[in-house]
């Protein structure tokens, strides 16, 4: 069973996805302050002397606590989140296609002074990318579909993870910003 747990710090903050296993020590250890959603998996253990089984039951949302961290949040960028963020869409042409067939690119290429950063990059086929080369979209006649933004902390756990549950999602979406659209 692939799923996984949402990790929160005690404020509410998504933190990052557990394992059944890291999810069952917090829990063991008394170090779960408060939890949400539903029950995703239990977990039996020995049985007592009065016949008794010991349950662990795992809910799918966990608050834990610890440091809260007021940095701003800088999630690293990778092909894999930049894609799902963009949702396998060339960002040129609009034609939805499978990961292989896909390439980052840099709206302001890095030779004409751009940066490798969230608000830089698109997704592109592989089409697109190379009519574009080393050029703005304006300098080709391209236009952007959308403008690349970056993904909050609640956007970034659901890119990160391709088996979010309904409750889990629930609690995600209600922070996305206006740039992330589900449909």
């Known amino acids: 069973m692939n799923t996984k747990i949402l990790r929160l710090n005690k404020t509410g903050l998504p933190v990052s996805w557990l394992t059944r296993e890291e999810t069952?020590?917090?829990?063991?250890?008394?170090?779960?302050?408060?939890?949400?959603g539903n029950t995703v998996m239990e977990i039996r253990g020995g049985i007592n002397r009065s016949g008794n089984q010991s349950v662990l039951k795992l809910p799918s949302i966990v608050a834990c606590a610890g440091k809260v961290h007021k940095d701003n949040f800088n999630p690293p960028l990778e092909n894999r989140f930049l894609f799902r963020r963009d949702k396998n869409i060339c960002l040129y042409c609009g034609g939805q296609f499978k990961w292989n067939k896909l390439s980052r690119d840099h709206v302001k290429p890095l030779s004409k002074g751009g940066s490798d950063a969230w608000t830089n990059v698109v997704t592109s086929c592989r089409?697109?990318?190379?009519?574009?080369?080393?050029?703005?979209?304006e300098d080709c006649g391209m236009q952007l579909l959308a403008i690349p933004f970056v993904p909050n902390q609640y956007e970034f756990l659901y890119l990160s993870n391709h088996n979010v549950l309904a409750d889990q999602m629930e609690f995600l979406s209600a922070r996305f910003s206006r740039h992330i659209k589900l449909s």
């Open 24 to 36: 069952a020590t917090l829990v063991v250890k008394d170090l779960v302050i408060w939890s949400l």
């Open 127 to 137: 089409r697109c990318n190379n009519r574009k080369a080393d050029r703005s979209p």
